[in-house]
């Protein structure tokens, strides 16, 4: 069975870090495209960042290029997004997703909240 | 960048009803790279249809995916009680992949 488990989100001042992971199982971690998509309460949905099955390959939106950093290990079957220089407007849930174009399976969700 | 414009905002239908949502882009989806989630509250979406007219592994016949280039639709034949959720379209046809804004299905 295909699972994308994510870690914990939290609270983080405007200005500060935060480090997403997300931990896959049931199947060939390194053979797919990984995705970061968000979601700001009660909106939709937004494409944050992909990389490629060997991470040479790494693409982001305008809006977070130069602040987010997406990542992955395949020996630990890990997805990894780092936040910095965190805006207000980043408030939002974090799903990482497999990649088939599409994307097929959906981590749980991480809430990454952006306040003073 | 393409535009995905979903339709209706809201639909108001009542169990065992059929549901038509729309899902307009502003130019042509290539090779209908054109998928649909449904996401319920507190949850993360769900796959329902790709390559515009694919059922996902699991998904229900009463789901089916038409359309193509710019027009795209997804039916629910009869609405289930689970089925009332909120459902977007999402292309990835273009280098920038998008989602439509969403239509919420509800219990009228």
């Known amino acids: 069975e295909v699972q994308l488990v994510q870690s914990e989100g939290g609270l983080v001042q405007p200005g500060g870090s935060l480090r997403l992971s997300c931990a896959a199982s049931g199947f060939t971690f390194s053979s797919y495209w990984m995705n970061w998509v968000r979601q700001a309460p009660g909106k939709g949905l937004e494409w944050v960042a992909s990389i490629k099955e060997d991470g040479s390959e790494k693409y982001y939106v305008d809006s977070v290029k130069g602040r987010f950093t997406i990542s992955r290990d395949n020996a630990k079957n890990s997805l990894y997004l780092q936040l910095n220089s965190l805006r207000t407007e980043d408030t939002a849930y974090y799903y990482c997703?497999?990649?088939?174009?599409?994307?097929?399976?959906w981590g749980q969700g991480t809430l990454v909240t952006v306040s003073s | 960048e393409i535009v995905l414009t979903q339709s209706p905002g809201t639909l108001s239908l009542s169990p065992g009803e059929r549901a038509t949502l729309s899902c307009r882009a502003s130019q042509s989806v290539r090779s209908s790279h054109l998928a649909w989630y449904q996401q319920k509250p507190g949850q993360a979406p769900r796959l329902l249809i790709y390559d515009a007219s694919s059922r996902a592994t699991g998904i229900a016949d009463r789901f089916s995916g038409s359309g193509s280039g710019t027009d795209f639709t997804l039916t629910i034949s009869r609405l289930e009680p689970e089925d009332f959720a909120v459902y977007y379209c999402?292309?990835?046809?273009?280098?920038?992949?998008?989602f439509g804004g969403g239509t919420k299905v509800e219990i009228k």
């Open positions: 997703t497999r990649v088939r174009g599409y994307y097929d399976y």
């Open positions: 999402h292309q990835y046809g273009s280098s920038l992949r998008t």
